[in-house]
């Protein structure tokens, strides 16, 4: 049940004993520290209640959101940015400010956040910025944050280090953040913390290590979804399925972290070329799937060429040379309502279409369609 704390406060005062002791009561400094104990009980239930809001979100984005809406609501900061590693196996940083509660580019050139970690497993809460560039004594770290001037620097630490940062910048009704208004800000960015970690391990759960795209489990399981949406609706989606072309000649002759360099760089090319809702992920070795929901057979075909011509004008740096031209062939299939097919179903034919194109001469993409072998000569479909 909950307690009403004025009604408990207006049982207390009219208590007969108190009204007749109340002088003395009064003289003793109850009263002020009744008064001291509501405030604090006001204070950690509007904490709690905007930890809960923070904790139970879902993603990055809701995350931060409600971290922006809780700290602005507290302190009306002039702004709040958040630097964090989607990756911890990557120093790759991703940055996003908030003006007024509105997304905004500060012009952030923070690369790295490595250099702070020593300092935050050591004093692993928030800091005034002045007092944490003088102990850190690393300047040139430093210098990305000049122009921004952060008034408070707050760590999201886990079990695998460092996650990120939170840069605070001054009140725009004071100057100064006191010691208990920067107490109620790491009892508040604890909740953050922890939805933040909580977010990044299932997502790692998800995510192949190598690349940094879905795993194929995830894969399959979100397939799986798709089938089902596609047999109550009107609309199609696609597979599709990718190869590197003749893969084991980047590990025969440049050894395997360079063939290690060319699946990284073309995960990259894959990220950016499929949109926001895709699918893309590593089937496992050279091979990737990417699943497009809501895309016809044009928009498949479409994006396969879009990402075939990405690939092929792609450089890879290896030691002091480039690597050769990476090409790579692809197989598509579009699959609705009517197709009535399971997903392993739908990627073997995605994958026979992928067969197609590297029978072809490799870097094409093909589209599985009834009879799509009928007329071709037999395949050693594994001797690429």
């Known amino acids: 049940m909950e307690i009403n704390s004025k009604e408990v406060e207006k049982q207390f005062i009219s208590n007969p004993k108190v009204i007749e002791n109340y002088s003395l009561l009064r003289e003793l400094g109850v009263f002020s520290f009744l008064d001291s104990l509501m405030r604090n009980i006001h204070t950690y239930k509007t904490l709690l209640n905007g930890g809960l809001d923070i904790f139970n979100r879902t993603s990055t984005s809701e995350i931060m959101d409600a971290t922006v809406k809780q700290i602005s609501y507290h302190y009306l900061p002039s702004y709040i940015a958040f630097l964090w590693k989607p990756d ?3 120093p790759d940083i991703t940055i996003r400010a908030y003006r007024n509660y509105r997304p905004v580019d500060m012009g952030l050139k923070v690369n790295n956040i490595t250099p702070f970690e020593n300092y935050f497993q050591e004093f ?12 850190l004594e690393n300047d040139e770290a430093l ?9 408070i620097i707050i760590p ?8 990120g940062i939170i840069l605070v910048g001054r009140k725009i009704q004071e100057e100064k953040y006191t010691e208990e208004e920067q107490e109620l800000l790491q009892q508040l960015m604890s909740f953050m913390s922890h939805a933040i970690k909580n977010y990044l391990h299932y997502e790692r759960s998800l995510r192949d290590v190598k690349t940094g795209l879905y795993n194929h489990g995830f894969f399959m399981s979100r397939l799986k979804e798709e089938v089902a949406q596609v047999q109550h609706s009107a609309h199609t989606s696609s597979v599709v399925v990718i190869d590197v072309d003749k893969f084991k000649n980047f590990n025969d002759t440049y050894g395997h972290l360079a063939g290690d360099q060319v699946l990284e760089k073309l995960a990259q090319a ?8 895709d699918v893309p992920s590593r089937f496992g070795g050279e091979e990737f799937t990417v699943m497009l929901p809501r895309a016809d057979v044009t ?21 002091e040379v480039t690597l050769p031209q990476v090409t790579i062939s692809l197989g598509v299939f579009t699959f609705g309502k009517d197709s009535n097919l399971e997903p392993e179903e739908i990627l073997r034919r995605a994958d026979e279409a992928l067969y197609v194109s590297k029978n072809k001469g490799r870097n094409c993409s093909t589209v599985w369609e009834p009879g799509l072998f009928e007329n071709m000569p037999a395949m050693a479909l594994r001797n690429y």
């Open 156 to 163: 999201i630490l886990g079990p695998f280090g460092l996650y």
């Open 299 to 319: 928009i498949a075909k479409m994006v396969a060429e879009r990402l075939r011509i990405s690939v092929a004008k792609m450089h890879v740096p290896w030691e």
């Open 124 to 135: 692993p809460k928030p800091v005034s910025f002045e007092s944490f560039a003088k102990k």
């Open 88 to 90: 911890q196996n990557r």
């Open 143 to 151: 210098l990305p944050f000049n122009a921004a001037k952060p008034e």
């Open 270 to 277: 894959i990220r950016q070329s499929v949109r926001n809702n």
